[in-house]
């Protein structure tokens, strides 16, 4: 048929060429027409060929050639030689008193340990080295900022000093550039060596996946377990700035100057992670059919806001007034009252890595910390008044703040010092769009943050550099069909974000990547704030019924 005037032609018999294809050999993979069947058999019988219909074709299984015996097929295995073996082999001395297998039954055992090993490839190490990459891009990212804050000091000091030093300070820039690009080469052929052991165990999958779905025996037999190249994970490399602080001039002595380095640290596979700070991730746990409530706990408030963990036994509370609340949680008993230092309510709570109470209190424009019974003030602000806070993985708070009714930002604190501002884009345009009092904010296993509006009804989530990853807006079929109205806000330890609505009485959960997954009500009402203790249960403080829920949702 000629292909100018035709869009596609039919299948011809490969030895005619003219004819259409009816038949196949499954055992020399030839298209046949019935004509040409009989002459495909005479040009070869030495070769049992396998003549199926052609809709059939690569139906019939090809067995092994004989390593000994050419021209016969292996339908047995020597357990003890680990070979194929054909009857012309059974019937000599070479394998007497050896065990033997029909050949299907160790082809289907091995390919179980196959389909295993492709699990644990494609579930287990390709995903922790799609983590390692995307960990190592965010320190090549983060390490180029942090030069270039430390190149912005070192300038600003050169210029503080007199021109006789200038041609010192160009020399301290330059070692600091060299010391940068040193750490940027060593981190980018880090990156890259990863990104190309993700490529090849992308091969090792699909090389898996072409002898799964192969008839050949031989190509399933020539698979080697490529598992035990890949559990062995690279160096994690981290980085350390060199500090500069400068000092006044004097003769022998202008300035202090601690080299960076950098550093390896073990990654580890997704299923044997103990803490974030390694590096690594959690085993896999999947949400429950239908969460359950575990216990609940009175704490007496006339309006419940605020939850945050101490430990798996203990939580502390805020409501309406002064007073925040420790309370045991399988007991439900009150262990300890403190009271604030304004007669307003603490409006965010949180435990920092330490174990420290640390609340913000809009009246006085302050973040204060419990230590020893006592309240400590940590941060004093001018214009901005703070509200919604937590405690990261690296000991930092996060404080979202507000201008009333103009501006929104969240800001990271160590200590007292402030290292990061969130506020706007790429572009100039403001990440959080209205200044408000309800505000709360979480920090994902992925180091994202993540923060409601409940001015605009959303969650905004940016990464840790601060670029925005996405908004979640609420789910189109809510329980009490009511607008997305988020509250508090908390994750666990498989990335998931849980946030309260407060209209709908339920908490959603997404996915780290805004993917509604599904909701948690549990008989809810009013839900407020949210925290997860390390065994992954969800507590849930509930404005006017003023009780704190401990929910199971994870298997």
């Known amino acids: 048929m000629d292909p100018r005037t035709s869009a596609q032609d039919v299948m011809r018999c490969d030895l005619c060429e003219t004819a259409v294809v009816q038949m196949h050999c499954d055992t020399c993979l030839v298209n046949l027409c019935k004509a040409c069947v009989g002459e495909h058999f005479s040009a070869d019988f030495s070769t049992p060929h396998k003549i199926v219909d052609f809709k059939a074709r690569k139906s019939t299984l090809i067995y092994p050639n004989c390593v000994s015996h050419d021209v016969e097929s292996c339908e047995m295995y020597c357990n003890e030689c680990d070979i194929p073996v054909c009857n012309t082999c059974i019937a000599s001395d070479q394998h007497l008193g050896h065990k033997l297998l029909k050949i299907l039954e160790v082809l289907s055992k091995r390919k179980e340990k196959i389909m295993k090993d492709r699990t644990e490839l494609n579930e287990t190490i390709y995903p922790t080295y799609q983590g390692i990459a995307c960990d190592v891009e965010e320190r090549l990212c983060l390490l180029q900022k942090e030069y270039k804050k430390l190149s912005t000091a070192i300038t600003k000091q050169g210029d503080i000093w007199q021109r006789e030093i200038n041609e010192f300070v160009n020399k301290l820039k330059s070692k600091t550039d060299e010391m940068k690009n040193k750490q940027l080469e060593t981190l980018q052929k880090h990156f890259d060596e990863v990104k190309q052991k993700i490529s090849d165990i992308q091969d090792e999958i699909n090389s898996i996946d072409v002898a799964l779905n192969s008839t050949n025996i031989s190509e399933v037999f020539s698979i080697l377990s490529p598992v035990d190249k890949y559990r062995k994970l690279p160096k994690k490399i981290m980085f350390s700035v060199p500090k500069f602080s400068p000092n006044k001039i004097q003769e022998d002595h202008l300035y202090n100057f601690n ?237 998931h974000i849980l946030t309260a609505d407060y209209n709908n009485h339920c908490v959603h959960i997404i996915d780290q990547d805004g993917q509604f997954l599904r909701y948690i009500d549990c008989g809810l009402s009013k839900p407020y704030g949210l925290c997860t203790d390390k065994n992954d249960y969800l507590y849930v403080a509930q404005q006017f019924e003023k009780e704190v829920k401990k929910i199971k949702y994870l298997k």
Request: glycine content about 6%; some cysteine; aromatic content about 8%.
């Open 259 to 495: 080299p960076g380095i950098l550093e390896e640290h073990e990654y580890n596979l997704i299923t044997k992670s103990e803490s974030p700070e390694a590096g690594s991730f959690p085993p896999v746990k999947q949400l429950l059919d239908q969460p359950e409530t575990v216990t609940t706990i009175d704490t007496g408030y006339r309006n419940l806001y605020n939850v945050a963990c101490l430990s798996n036994e203990e939580i502390w509370t805020s409501g309406n007034g002064s007073i925040l609340k420790l309370f045991s949680i399988n007991q439900g008993s009150l262990l300890k009252s403190i009271t604030a230092k304004s007669w307003t309510r603490p409006e965010g709570i949180a435990v920092t890595k330490k174990g420290d109470l640390v609340y913000t209190d809009q009246f006085d424009k302050t973040v204060n910390i419990l230590k020893n019974e006592k309240i400590e003030e940590v941060i004093k602000l001018q214009n901005w008044v703070p509200s919604g806070l937590c405690s990261t993985y690296c000991g930092d708070l996060l404080v979202t703040m507000y201008i009333h009714n103009k501006q929104s930002k969240v800001v990271r604190y160590s200590g007292s010092t402030e290292k990061q501002t969130i506020q706007f884009d790429e572009t100039g345009k403001p990440l959080f769009s209205f200044g408000t009092y309800d505000n709360f904010i979480s920090e994902n296993l992925n180091l994202d943050i993540c923060m409601t509006n409940s001015e605009t009804k959303e969650v905004a989530v940016v990464s840790q550099a601060g670029k925005l990853r996405f908004r979640y807006t609420g789910h189109t079929i809510a329980p009490k069909n009511q607008p997305f109205s988020p509250r508090g806000i908390t994750t666990d330890s498989q990335s």
